[in-house]
């Protein structure tokens, strides 16, 4: 999955900006192979609340979700108009939060196909509790 977050930096150890439209960098990651883009976000040069540039960054790049901290109702919209999924409240480290967003799309076993999983953060795993399955999803 091809995703946005809006960053404090240009590499994935660096920290979730909480300004979706006045964040610094987009990291462009692909959460399978871990690689990723820096996109310096023009917006931040604005004086007006103008969040095109981010839009347009996120847009232009066919992400499939976004990770940010906060964003105007007006920004939420446009990406939920473009089926685009949008993930606000979150901070911290993006390797991390990465790793986090992997673990809770899995959404049934993928050896039973039942929906009875437990989800370890510490150990960055899922427990099936019919099969006994156990997946890591660190990268």
């Known amino acids: 999955m091809k995703i946005a977050v809006s960053a404090t930096?240009?590499?994935l150890d660096a920290y979730i900006?909480?300004?979706?439209?006045k964040c610094n960098y987009f990291l462009i990651v692909d959460t399978e192979t871990m690689n990723f883009n820096s996109?310096?976000?023009n917006?931040?040069?604005r004086k007006d609340e103008s969040g095109s540039s981010a839009l347009d960054i996120v847009?232009?790049?066919?992400?499939e979700a976004v990770i940010t901290g906060d964003?105007?109702?007006?920004?939420?919209?446009?990406?939920?108009?473009?089926?685009?999924?949008?993930?606000?409240?979150l901070k911290g480290n993006i390797r991390t939060t990465i790793e986090e967003f992997k673990l809770n799309e899995i959404k049934q076993c993928p050896s039973c196909s039942s929906k009875d999983l437990i989800r370890d953060y510490a150990k960055m795993e899922i427990l099936c509790e019919n099969c006994g399955l156990k997946k890591s999803v660190k990268i």
Do not use: C, H, P, W
């Not at 900006?17 to 439209?21: H, L, S, T, Y």
């Open 9 to 11: 930096g240009e590499k």
């Open 17 to 21: 900006d909480r300004r979706f439209e």
């Open 39 to 41: 996109v310096f976000n």
């Open 43 to 45: 917006g931040t040069m």
């Open 59 to 63: 847009l232009g790049n066919n992400v």
């Open 71 to 89: 964003m105007t109702q007006g920004a939420y919209k446009i990406l939920s108009d473009a089926k685009i999924k949008t993930i606000t409240g």
